[in-house]
């Protein structure tokens, strides 16, 4: 089983900057495709962004050009660094990998 484990989230004033990092046990981590996702109130989870075992990356359009994904997996770790932070930023915010999800980090954006 594996286990995944989000940090990184707090509160934000618009414009600032966080960096979410997802923790994964297991050995074969480096072999995934690993999605950060979020979820705001009263909303679907909607994905954001595809790192593949390559490194390739996709994002979704909301995100493109303020989010950057990346993995470690040397520390079996993928990040995602968020800059130009909105209001609408503000959710619960998950990695997932081989259809296992963490508990999320909270962002919330606000001044």
């Known amino acids: 089983q594996v286990q995944l484990v989000e940090s990184g989230g707090g509160l934000v004033q618009p414009g600032g900057s966080l960096r979410l990092s997802c923790v994964a046990s297991g050995s074969i981590f480096s072999s995934f495709i690993i999605g950060w996702y979020r979820q705001a109130p009263g909303k679907e989870r909607e994905w954001l962004a595809y790192?593949?075992?390559?490194?390739?990356?996709t994002y979704r359009d909301p995100v493109k050009g303020r989010f950057t994904i990346s993995r470690d997996n040397a520390k079996n770790t993928v990040y995602l660094q968020m800059n130009d932070l909105r209001p609408e930023d503000t959710a619960l915010y998950f990695c997932s990998m081989g259809g296992n999800w963490g508990q999320g980090t909270q962002v919330t954006v606000s001044s």
């Open positions: 790192i593949t075992s390559g490194g390739s990356t």
